[in-house]
């Protein structure tokens, strides 16, 4: 008996999900191909997306790259540094963030430094000619999410 109750424990905490931040309040998640595709619908708006994580950032876990499986279509799941810090362990499950979808509109030297800054965190050459002019980014600046086991 003691054997199954152990093994019971055991099974409930492998398949926990791990709650990040303050607790998801929206009911209804909307699909990352639609975020992605339409961002200027959704700016400034509360968004609650879920997909697989593609990619955390290495150095301090601001950040997160939640991909559709079924689209391919990619959204940054981004926090302020130290408010929330996404696991390494988190990339390859499933993932549920909210926040606020957020524009950002970046010069070509600020788009070099971002894009340098996160070759940097990630351990990835770079190079700044790859960056070709003024960018417009669009993410999720998150208040919670759930890493799904």
């Not at 150095?59 to 559709?68: H, P, Q, R, S």
């Not at 524009?103 to 960056?131: C, I, S, W, Y």
Request: proline share 6%; aromatic share 4%.
């Amino acid at each position: 008996m003691r054997i199954l109750c152990a093994l019971l424990v055991m099974t409930a905490l492998a398949v926990a999900d791990t709650p990040l931040g303050k607790p998801l309040t929206l009911k209804k998640v909307t699909p990352i191909a639609q975020l992605a595709g339409n961002p200027c619908d959704y700016a400034g708006k509360t968004v609650q997306a879920k997909g697989k994580v593609a990619e955390v950032c290495q150095k301090m876990g601001c950040w997160m790259n939640l991909v559709d499986p079924e689209s391919g279509k990619m959204i940054r799941i981004k926090v302020k540094e130290g408010e929330i810090i996404f696991p390494k362990e988190a990339v390859g499950k499933m993932a549920v963030a909210e926040g606020t979808m957020v524009k950002l509109e970046l010069t070509r030297e600020q788009a070099v430094r971002m894009a340098k800054h996160e070759a940097e965190e990630n351990g990835k050459p770079f190079d700044p000619g790859t960056v070709t002019g003024p960018r417009t980014i669009y993410q999720i600046k998150a208040t919670g999410a759930v890493i799904l086991e």
